[in-house]
């Protein structure tokens, strides 16, 4: 029997467990050595017919230091969620693992710093560092100093120019006229899913509302269409104000809700936005 908790930011939703009671449920030792045995239960957990249902399951590490470990829903590993660990510090204090409003979370994208904005409603701003353009950072082979007009070829033979950037996980990100367009969802399995893209992408459809205004819906890897993005939201800042189409402080749109990413004068980005708990159950 396992003690699991659900959370959600935006309407990106999340199973909750630490590492302590799910290595013992499971019968493994605690570590990265037992990665392969978490995978397992996060794709089991993350489906509906057999389990809670959930787009990602995160396991709290509270030793040698606090650190979030994130499987999208299909089990695979992802080195950091912006969604994901803002409701990763709502847990912890609610379980009163950390009580401080400022603390860093580690992550396979590095160290995070949490800084708790209010209790109630539950906010949470997160430096979420700098993003990374080198080609190597998401996995295509290039020459080229950066992948802002990166060029790809689509099955129908056409091409389309995206913009693909590490901002705590990989992402690709295109501006669209209409977010809710019918084909969106296809297009972003595809670019997903395209060979140039040696561990996949997420896929970030953005619309331009004015200089402080995006609105944005997300293809995730491992995941499908998705709620909200938190990386994706920052990514698609980072994007827009690179290429002169909005400010370096703007409000991200989101089907359930919205967030607000800052980009600062060192080149780090910071997101603010929701966490809401959802459920405390027992999974068998």
Known sequence: ???????????????????????????????????DAYAKFAARVCDESVGIGADGFIVVRTEPMLEMVFFN?????????????RCFAHYCRDHKIRMGDAYPVKTLAGDMVVEVKSTDPFRVQIDMGCPVFEPVAVCVESDAPDLMELELSLKDGNTMTVSSLFMGTIHTVLFVDDVEADWIEALGEEICNAPTFAEKTNVNFVKVVDDHTLQMITYERGVGMTQACGTG?????????????????????????????????DGHVMMEGPSVHVLEGKLY
């Open 1 to 35: 029997m396992f003690n699991i908790s659900k959370y959600h930011g935006c309407g990106n939703n999340f199973v909750i467990i630490q590492e302590a009671e799910l290595a013992e449920q499971l019968g493994v030792p605690r570590g990265e050595e037992s990665a």
């Open 73 to 85: 829903r299909d089990g695979s590993r992802a080195p950091m969620c912006g969604n994901g660990i």
């Open 233 to 265: 939201a920052c990514a698609s800042v980072v994007t827009a104000a690179r290429k002169g189409l909005c400010s370096r402080n703007a409000e991200v749109i989101l089907p359930l809700g919205s967030l607000n990413i800052e980009i600062k004068d």
